[in-house]
């Protein structure tokens, strides 16, 4: 599986981004897409994840009121609209996938639960 993220770019405060993440390969196998974020030295963080079959919806609390998962299963394409951005937002951001389906809903908000990433996008907010 391979994927493609796309969209980051630099926006003032309050402005709105949509970034993309397109899948290839063995996309239609995997579980869930999910996006993720990371400043230098730190851990990569949670933002949202969705099923691909399904559609179920998973945010951190950061971003729920702001930030908007989809996926187009006939295109094997995931997005993040993000609306009213601010500076603490700035960072790298990832998409990645799993394969397997998860049990608990803690674990989708862990990197280490998925197995493929793309290349990350990055998102810089100015106030």
């Known amino acids: 599986v391979q994927l493609q993220a796309s969209g980051g770019g630099s926006v003032q405060a309050g402005g709105y981004l949509r970034l993309s993440c397109a899948a290839s390969?063995?996309?239609?196998?995997?579980?869930?897409v999910g996006w993720f974020h990371q400043a230098p030295g730190k851990e990569r963080e949670f933002v949202a994840a969705?099923?691909?079959?399904?559609?179920?919806?998973y945010y951190a609390d950061s971003v729920k009121d702001r930030f908007t998962i989809a996926r187009d299963n006939t295109k094997s394409t995931a997005s993040l609209q993000m609306d009213n951005l601010e500076g603490e937002d700035t960072d790298v951001y990832y998409c990645?996938?799993?394969?397997?389906?998860?049990?608990?809903?803690?674990?989708?908000?862990?990197?280490?639960?998925?197995?493929?990433w793309g290349q990350g996008t990055r998102v810089t907010v100015s106030s």
């Open positions: 990645a996938t799993r394969k397997e389906q998860l049990y608990s809903m803690t674990k989708y908000y862990s990197a280490d639960e998925y197995d493929y």
């Open positions: 390969g063995r996309a239609s196998v995997t579980y869930v």
């Open positions: 969705i099923t691909w079959r399904a559609g179920r919806k």
